[in-house]
C-alpha cells in the first residue's frame, strides 16, 4: 500500500508539472510581455527591501550595512517621541482623508456620465480631454497653479480684484493649503480614473439593460440598479489598494506646492523623510519613518481585505 501511494504521489507532481509547462508554454507571449514590468518590480521594489535594515542601526555609508551598529528600536522610540509625530501624521491624515472623501468617487461618478453619452464621438473627445492632464508632470502642474492662484500676478485673483473684491492668498494661505492639493490631485487624476471603471462598465452584458428598460426602468434607475452593482467588486479592490497609500501623498506634488506660510500644514512623511534623511543625512531615523507608513500601509490593507471578504467581496487576495 506504501508504494502504491508513493507512485500516485509522484504521478500526481509529474501531471501537475507537465500542467504547469503545458501552460508556461501555452501562454508564454504574454508572460513575455509580463517580464519587463516583473523585472522593473524586482529591481526597483523588491531588491532594494532588504536595505531597511538600516532602520534599526546606526547606519553610516562609510562602514556600510554590514559593519554599522544595531540600535533596535531606538530610531523608531525617537521618531514617535518627536512632537513634529503629530503634526506629520495630522497633515498627512488630513489630504488623504479629504483625497478619499472627493477625488476617490469622482473617477466613478465620471466614468458613469461618460457611459451615458450614446455619441461616440463626443464621448471619445471627452475622454481624451479628461485624460490630458495625467500626462502633465507635477512640475507643469505646480506652474499653472502659480499662474492660475498667484496672489500678485494670478489669473484668478486679478479677476477678483476686477470685480471689485479682495485678493485671496490661495498659496500661502495655511486654512487653503490642503483644499488646493485637493483640487490639483482631482484635476491631474480624475478623468485617468475612469479608465479601469469604464472597462468594467463595458462588460456590463447589454441585455440586463435591456430587461431593465422593459422592466420601466429609466437612464437613473439603470445606473443605479445595473450599472454600480456591476462594478462594486471594482470599487472595493481599488478602495483596498488606496487604503494601502494612506500614508503617502505623493512627495513631488508637495513639495513643488512647499512654502514657509504653509509648513505647518504641508510637512507630511515623504516630504520630513527627504529633508531629514537626505538633506540632514539621518538615514537610519529617516528609514524608521518610511519603515513606520509602510507598515501601517500594509495593515489597513490586510484589514480592509478581511472586511470586504466579511461582506461578501471578492478582495484583492
Known amino acids: 500500500?506504501?508504494?502504491?501511494?508513493?507512485?500516485?504521489?509522484?504521478?500526481?507532481?509529474?501531471?501537475?508539472?507537465?500542467?504547469?509547462?503545458?501552460?508556461?508554454?501555452?501562454?508564454?507571449?504574454?508572460?513575455?510581455?509580463?517580464?519587463?514590468?516583473?523585472?522593473?518590480?524586482?529591481?526597483?521594489?523588491?531588491?532594494?527591501?532588504?536595505?531597511?535594515?538600516?532602520?534599526?542601526?546606526n547606519y553610516s555609508p562609510f562602514t556600510g550595512i554590514m559593519h554599522s551598529p544595531w540600535v533596535g528600536l531606538q530610531h523608531f522610540e525617537k521618531f514617535f517621541a518627536n512632537p513634529d509625530f503629530y503634526l506629520l501624521f495630522r497633515n498627512t491624515m488630513a489630504i488623504n482623508a479629504l483625497n478619499l472623501v472627493f477625488f476617490f468617487p469622482l473617477p466613478i461618478v465620471l466614468s458613469l456620465m461618460l457611459n451615458e453619452l450614446r455619441s461616440a464621438i463626443y464621448k471619445k473627445l471627452v475622454q481624451s480631454i479628461v485624460y490630458m492632464p495625467h500626462f502633465l508632470s507635477w512640475v507643469i502642474i505646480a506652474g499653472l497653479t502659480f499662474l492660475m492662484f498667484a496672489k500678485g500676478e494670478g489669473v484668478v485673483n486679478k479677476?477678483?480684484?476686477?470685480?471689485?473684491?479682495?485678493?485671496?492668498?490661495?498659496?500661502?494661505?495655511?486654512?487653503?493649503?490642503?483644499?488646493?492639493?485637493?483640487?490639483?490631485?482631482?484635476?491631474?487624476?480624475?478623468?485617468?480614473?475612469?479608465?479601469?471603471?469604464?472597462?468594467?462598465?463595458?462588460?456590463?452584458?447589454?441585455?440586463?439593460?435591456?430587461?431593465?428598460?422593459?422592466?420601466?426602468?429609466?437612464?437613473?434607475?439603470?445606473?443605479?440598479?445595473?450599472?454600480?452593482?456591476?462594478?462594486?467588486?471594482?470599487?472595493?479592490?481599488?478602495?483596498?489598494l488606496r487604503l494601502g497609500h494612506i500614508m503617502d501623498v505623493g512627495f513631488e506634488q508637495i513639495f513643488l506646492m512647499y512654502n514657509g506660510a504653509v509648513s505647518k500644514v504641508a510637512e507630511v512623511f515623504d516630504t520630513y523623510v527627504y529633508r531629514v534623511g537626505i538633506q540632514q543625512a539621518q538615514f537610519s531615523y529617516s528609514t524608521a519613518a518610511g519603515l513606520f507608513k509602510s507598515v501601517v500601509g500594509l495593515a489597513l490593507v490586510l484589514v480592509a481585505n478581511w472586511i470586504a471578504k466579511k461582506w461578501g467581496e471578492e478582495g484583492v487576495f
Not at 500500500?1 to 507537465?18: D, F, G, H, L, Q
Not at 508556461?24 to 526597483?44: S, W
Not at 479677476?159 to 491631474?188: H, N
Open 1 to 57: 500500500m506504501a508504494e502504491i501511494s508513493r507512485t500516485a504521489a509522484a504521478a500526481s507532481r509529474s501531471a501537475a508539472k507537465s500542467r504547469l509547462w503545458n501552460d508556461l508554454n501555452r501562454d508564454k507571449y504574454l508572460y513575455l510581455l509580463a517580464f519587463p514590468g516583473l523585472l522593473f518590480f524586482l529591481v526597483f521594489k523588491y531588491v532594494p527591501m532588504w536595505e531597511v535594515v538600516i532602520a534599526f542601526q
Open 159 to 240: 479677476i477678483l480684484e476686477a470685480s471689485g473684491m479682495e485678493r485671496i492668498p490661495f498659496l500661502t494661505s495655511p486654512d487653503l493649503f490642503w483644499l488646493m492639493v485637493t483640487l490639483q490631485s482631482i484635476w491631474k487624476e480624475a478623468g485617468w480614473g475612469t479608465i479601469i471603471f469604464l472597462a468594467a462598465i463595458a462588460s456590463v452584458d447589454p441585455q440586463i439593460y435591456e430587461a431593465a428598460r422593459m422592466d420601466g426602468a429609466g437612464r437613473f434607475r439603470q445606473m443605479w440598479h445595473v450599472t454600480l452593482p456591476a462594478i462594486r467588486s471594482v470599487i472595493v479592490v481599488l478602495l483596498i
